[in-house]
C-alpha cells in the first residue's frame, strides 16, 4: 500500500521557518515527481513546488524563501520554508506522480497544516 505522510506542520510567526517533510511509503520517490501543494480556505489547491528529473519548480510568490529537496536514502522529500508570510497559511500537501507507459499515477498525502500568525 502506498502512503505518503507529511509531517512538520505547525504555528510559526511571520519570518519564522518550518521543514516540512514528505515521507514515502510503497514507492520509491526517485521514480516519481515530487510535489508540495497547498491549500488555504476558500481557495483551490496550488503548486507551491515540485522536483522531478527535468529540474525543480517554485510558484513566484515563494522563489527565494522556500528549497525543495530529495533524500533518497531516506525515500523523503522536504520544503525549507524561511522568512514565512500570513500569505503562506495553509494546509500543505505532498504528491507524487509518474508516468507508465500512458497511465499517469498520482498518489496523495494527507495534508500537514502550517499556520503564520503573531
Known amino acids: 500500500q502506498v502512503q505518503l505522510v507529511e509531517s512538520g506542520g505547525g504555528t510559526v510567526q511571520p519570518g519564522g521557518s518550518l521543514r516540512l517533510s514528505c515521507a514515502a511509503f510503497g514507492i520509491s520517490i526517485s521514480s516519481y515527481a515530487m510535489s508540495w501543494y497547498r491549500q488555504a480556505p476558500g481557495t483551490e489547491r496550488e503548486l507551491v513546488s515540485s522536483?522531478?528529473?527535468?529540474?525543480?519548480y517554485y510558484a513566484d510568490s515563494v522563489k527565494g524563501r522556500f528549497t525543495v529537496s530529495r533524500d533518497i536514502d531516506k525515500n523523503t522529500v522536504s520544503l525549507r520554508m524561511n522568512n514565512l508570510e500570513p500569505e503562506d497559511t495553509a494546509v500543505y500537501f505532498c504528491?507524487?506522480?509518474?508516468?507508465?507507459?500512458?497511465?499517469?499515477?498520482?498518489?496523495w498525502g494527507q495534508g500537514t497544516r502550517v499556520t503564520i500568525s503573531s
Open positions: 504528491k507524487a506522480a509518474a508516468y507508465f507507459g500512458s497511465r499517469e499515477v498520482v498518489y
Open positions: 522536483s522531478a528529473s527535468s529540474g525543480t
